[in-house]
C-alpha cells in the first residue's frame, strides 16, 4: 500500500543504558532487572524508568515501558520502599503522545493486541486507530 503524504514520524523505541549497573553487578535482561518493589539484586539498590524489567502484576510478565508516567510512578515506590514503607508496583501502564495536531493515547500491554481498527479513512482528518487487547 502506498500513502501520499507530506511527513512520515517513525517511533522505534529505545535500547536501555545498562552498562554502569552491569559493571555494578545487578542482573541485566533488556533493562535493569527489579522485582514488584523496584529493587535490583542487589538489595540496597533500587531502579526506575524506562531502562528497569519489572514484573507487570495487571499483564503477569515481565515488560520495560518507555514513557514519563511509568518513570514517575517508578520513582514514588522506590523512593516509599527505600523510606521503609512497603509499597509495590501496581500502575497500569500508559502511553500518550502529540504528533502536530494528533494526539495518541495507549493504556494497557499494546505489544498483545488481537487487532487493529481504523475509523475513518486515510485522507480525512477525523482517522482514529484503535488497538483491541483481550486480556489472557
Not at 517511533?11 to 535493569?32: K, M, S, T, W, Y
Not at 514517575?72 to 512497603?86: D, H, R
Request: charged share 25%.
Amino acid at each position: 500500500m502506498q500513502i501520499e503524504c507530506d511527513f512520515v514520524c517513525i517511533g522505534v523505541g529505545i535500547a536501555p543504558a545498562v552498562q554502569f549497573a552491569r559493571r555494578a553487578g545487578l542482573d541485566i535482561e533488556n533493562g535493569i532487572v527489579v522485582d514488584e518493589h523496584l529493587r535490583t539484586s542487589h538489595p540496597d539498590i533500587y531502579a526506575g524508568g524506562d531502562v528497569v524489567n519489572y514484573p507487570d502484576p495487571v499483564f503477569k510478565k515481565r515488560r520495560r515501558v518507555e514513557h514519563w508516567g511509568h518513570a514517575e510512578y517508578c520513582g514514588q515506590v522506590a523512593g516509599l520502599n527505600m523510606a521503609g514503607t512497603p509499597q509495590k508496583y501496581d500502575l497500569l501502564t500508559y502511553v500518550w503522545s502529540d504528533v502536530f495536531d494528533l494526539h495518541i493515547e495507549c493504556a494497557g500491554d499494546e505489544t498483545a493486541r488481537d487487532r487493529t481498527l481504523l475509523r475513518g479513512s486515510l485522507g480525512e482528518p477525523s482517522l482514529s486507530s484503535s488497538i483491541c487487547v483481550t486480556t489472557r
